[in-house]
C-alpha cells in the first residue's frame, strides 16, 4: 500500500536553529497538507499546497514557517528559527480527489524537540 | 472558535463491549467526516467516514451514525478488543474551495479495551 514517508522521524534542534522537515508523499496525490500535534494535544492545521502554491494557511503557520516542493517529489516545512514552543509532532499527509472521493493518507510523522 | 468538539475524552471499555465516541460540528458547510485511529508514535490512519447524505456507515465493526439536523456524528465499535486501545479523532472537511482537504479535528479520545 502506497506511504506518505517521512524523515527524520526524530530531531532534536536547540532554540532559534532552522530546521527542514521533509516528506515523500503518494506519488499521484496532487493536495499536499502539514498538521502538528503538541504532545497529548489535538492534531492542528498548518498549511496546504496545491499546484505548487500555498491554498490555505492556518493562524499558527507565521513567518517563521515556509513550505516547498523543490523538486516535484518531496514536500518540506522549514521552520526559520525555532522556539520551545514549536515543540510537536509534525505530520505530512497528501490526498487526491476522484470524484466524490478522498484518498487522504498521514505520514508517521516528525517528532521536533526543540532544547 | 473549535469547530469540532469530541467526548469523551477517554474511554474504558471491556473486552466485548460496545464503545462509543461523539462528535458534534458548527459549521453547515463541512460534508466529509472522517475519523482517524492513531496509535503513540503513529500518524492518524483513517478508520472510517462519511457523507452527510448518509445517515450511517457500518464497515466491519466500526459505524458510524450521522445525525444531519443536529449536527453530531459517532462512531461506535461493537465487540471492542484490546488491539483498538488507541486515540480516535473525529475529523471534519469541505471538499471544495480554497479549504479542500483541511481537517478540522476533534481533541481525541483515548480507548483503552481491557481484556
Known amino acids: 500500500e502506497p506511504e506518505v514517508t517521512q524523515t527524520p522521524s526524530h530531531q532534536v534542534t536547540q532554540m532559534g536553529q532552522e530546521v527542514i522537515l521533509r516528506c515523500v508523499p503518494i506519488?499521484?496525490?496532487?493536495?499536499f497538507y502539514w498538521y502538528r500535534q503538541i504532545l497529548g494535544q489535538k492534531v492542528e492545521f498548518l498549511v496546504s499546497f496545491y499546484n505548487n502554491e500555498i491554498s490555505e494557511k492556518s493562524e499558527i503557520f507565521d513567518d517563521q514557517f515556509s513550505v516547498e516542493r523543490p523538486d516535484g517529489s518531496n514536500f518540506t516545512l522549514k521552520i526559520r528559527s525555532t522556539k520551545l514552543e514549536d515543540s510537536a509532532m509534525y505530520f505530512c499527509?497528501?490526498?487526491?480527489?476522484?470524484?466524490?472521493?478522498?484518498?487522504?493518507?498521514f505520514g508517521s510523522g516528525t517528532r521536533l524537540t526543540v532544547v | 472558535q473549535q469547530q469540532v468538539k469530541q467526548s469523551p475524552q477517554s474511554l474504558i471499555v471491556q473486552k466485548g463491549g460496545i464503545s462509543i465516541i461523539n462528535c458534534a460540528y458548527e459549521n453547515t458547510a463541512f460534508d466529509y467526516f472522517p475519523w482517524y485511529q492513531q496509535f503513540p508514535g503513529k500518524g492518524p490512519a483513517l478508520l472510517i467516514a462519511?457523507?452527510?447524505?448518509?445517515s450511517e456507515k457500518k464497515e466491519g465493526r466500526f459505524t458510524i451514525s450521522f445525525n444531519k439536523s443536529a449536527k453530531q456524528f459517532s462512531l461506535h465499535i461493537m465487540d471492542s478488543q484490546p488491539g483498538d486501545s488507541a486515540t480516535y479523532f473525529c475529523?471534519?472537511?469541505?471538499?471544495?474551495?480554497?479549504?479542500?482537504?483541511?481537517?478540522?479535528f476533534g481533541r481525541g479520545t483515548q480507548l483503552t479495551v481491557w481484556p
Open positions: 506519488s499521484n496525490h496532487l493536495y
Open positions: 499527509a497528501s490526498m487526491y480527489v476522484r470524484e466524490r472521493f478522498y484518498g487522504y493518507t
Open positions: 475529523a471534519a472537511s469541505i471538499r471544495s474551495g480554497s479549504t479542500l482537504g483541511r481537517l478540522y
Open positions: 462519511i457523507r452527510p447524505d448518509v
